[in-house]
């Protein structure tokens, strides 16, 4: 199995955030201990209650996650909003307009399968929304955009899902310019992981949210070269901020198939799951499966499409073994 290397060659970075070596790079890379201290003296922006429900399937995110590493994260985003506002007021002032309201605050959050993307973008919004500058924050992931099972099915690639040849980006792309052009209300396809399909009478309606954070697999693939020759926009490309969610590839595997036992004692077990075949596995037998489908689509996946997008982000998390984040890498400005 190959490893996803911790940084891209280049941009190793001394603790203090400062690039070591006399090396130059554009990015700060900060361990833990240092950007623990960017929650200055803030109170924790949620109660335990919440951190509970935010857990997911998981149970090593604890405050202590909350306060170190993501409560710093919010106050940075937090940041970037509002520049972004003041840009936006002085940009209509230059154009001599009368100032429409600002379109949405753009996050795009990529990672591998299991890496704790939707984890992270739940905390995100819910630590995003606590602040009264932007109270609003959607959470969009990008799963309603795959294209329908007989779809895949049809174009022999019921086998690549999540690879970016299985969703329609067309759509996606249409959905992310339709925000930042500030319509009222846009919507997006809805992805059930029970049938393990896109529910075709489903839609979420995102109505002018002050932040929308759009999580997926490959939020940070850059822009296709068409048929004519010409390279056409990406997704990314309407985003105002991005993160990416990154761990070991032995780390994100282990995690793949815990879940994925996990699964198999819960949301298996429903009659209406697609995969209820998997519910009556011996754990061996579980383990094998889950095994077989991390190696044959998840893992490269991740090596050839997902991992390589990752230097585009503007700052990346770095998880250890146990989900806690080891440092955070930021790109200058
Ligand atoms: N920060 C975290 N702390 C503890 N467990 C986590 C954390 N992030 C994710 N997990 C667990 O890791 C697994 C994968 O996370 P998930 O958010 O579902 O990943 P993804 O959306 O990238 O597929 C889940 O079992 C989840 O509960
Ligand atoms: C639905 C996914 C493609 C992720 O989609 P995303 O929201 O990242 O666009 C993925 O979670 C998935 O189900 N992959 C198929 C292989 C597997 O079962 O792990």
Do not use: C
């Given at each position: 199995?190959?490893?996803v290397?911790?940084?891209?060659?280049?941009t190793?970075g001394?603790?203090n955030?400062?690039?070591?070596?006399?090396?130059v790079?554009p990015?700060?890379?900060?361990?833990?201990a240092?950007w623990?201290?960017l929650?200055?003296?803030?109170?924790?922006?949620?109660?335990?209650?919440?951190?509970?429900r935010?857990?997911g399937?998981?149970d090593?995110?604890?405050l202590?996650?909350?306060?170190?590493v993501y409560?710093?994260l919010?106050?940075?985003?937090?940041?970037y909003?509002a520049?972004?506002?003041?840009?936006h007021r002085e940009q209509?002032?230059?154009?001599?307009?009368?100032?429409p309201?600002?379109t949405?605050?753009?996050?795009g959050l990529?990672?591998?399968?299991?890496?704790?993307k939707s984890?992270t973008?739940?905390?995100l919004?819910?630590?995003?929304?606590?602040?009264p500058?932007h109270?609003?924050v959607e959470l969009?992931?990008?799963?309603?955009?795959l294209?329908?099972?007989?779809?895949?099915?049809r174009?022999?690639?019921?086998?690549r899902k999540?690879?970016p040849?299985?969703?329609?980006?067309?759509a996606?792309?249409?959905?992310?310019?339709?925000?930042?052009s500030?319509?009222?209300?846009?919507?997006a396809?809805i992805?059930s992981?029970?049938?393990?399909?896109?529910?075709?009478d489903?839609?979420?309606?995102?109505?002018?949210?002050?932040i929308?954070?759009?999580?997926?697999l490959?939020v940070?693939q850059?822009a296709?070269v068409?048929?004519d020759?010409?390279?056409g926009?990406?997704v990314?490309?309407?985003?105002?901020f991005?993160v990416?969610?990154d761990?070991?590839l032995?780390?994100i595997k282990?995690?793949y198939?815990?879940?994925?036992?996990?699964?198999?004692e819960t949301?298996f077990?429903?009659?209406?799951?697609?995969f209820?075949?998997?519910?009556a596995l011996?754990?061996?037998?579980?383990?094998?499966?889950?095994?077989?489908?991390?190696?044959?689509i998840?893992?490269?996946?991740?090596?050839?499409?997902v991992?390589p997008?990752?230097s585009r982000?503007?700052?990346?998390l770095r998880?250890d073994?146990d989900?806690?984040?080891?440092?955070?890498?930021?790109?200058k400005?």
């Amino acid at each position: 199995m190959s490893e996803v290397p911790a940084s891209p060659s280049g941009t190793t970075g001394s603790p203090n955030g400062s690039a070591s070596g006399g090396e130059v790079s554009p990015y700060v890379e900060l361990e833990r201990a240092a950007w623990a201290e960017l929650a200055g003296t803030a109170e924790t922006v949620l109660t335990p209650d919440e951190v509970v429900r935010l857990r997911g399937l998981g149970d090593a995110l604890d405050l202590r996650e909350i306060e170190q590493v993501y409560l710093p994260l919010s106050r940075l985003l937090s940041l970037y909003v509002a520049a972004n506002s003041r840009l936006h007021r002085e940009q209509e002032e230059f154009l001599h307009r009368v100032t429409p309201p600002r379109t949405p605050f753009v996050i795009g959050l990529a990672g591998s399968v299991a890496v704790g993307k939707s984890t992270t973008a739940r905390v995100l919004q819910q630590m995003l929304a606590h602040w009264p500058e932007h109270p609003h924050v959607e959470l969009v992931t990008t799963d309603g955009f795959l294209l329908p099972n007989a779809e895949l099915e049809r174009r022999g690639i019921l086998h690549r899902k999540g690879f970016p040849e299985s969703y329609d980006r067309k759509a996606l792309l249409k959905f992310v310019i339709d925000i930042k052009s500030g319509r009222d209300e846009v919507e997006a396809p809805i992805y059930s992981h029970l049938v393990y399909d896109v529910l075709p009478d489903e839609k979420v309606v995102v109505k002018r949210p002050d932040i929308v954070i759009i999580e997926g697999l490959n939020v940070l693939q850059p822009a296709r070269v068409r048929d004519d020759g010409r390279t056409g926009l990406a997704v990314s490309d309407f985003f105002d901020f991005s993160v990416y969610v990154d761990a070991a590839l032995t780390d994100i595997k282990r995690w793949y198939v815990d879940r994925f036992l996990r699964l198999r004692e819960t949301a298996f077990r429903d009659p209406a799951s697609y995969f209820r075949k998997y519910a009556a596995l011996s754990h061996d037998e579980a383990v094998d499966q889950a095994t077989r489908i991390w190696d044959s689509i998840n893992e490269p996946n991740l090596v050839q499409n997902v991992a390589p997008t990752r230097s585009r982000a503007n700052l990346v998390l770095r998880k250890d073994a146990d989900h806690s984040v080891r440092y955070v890498r930021l790109r200058k400005l």
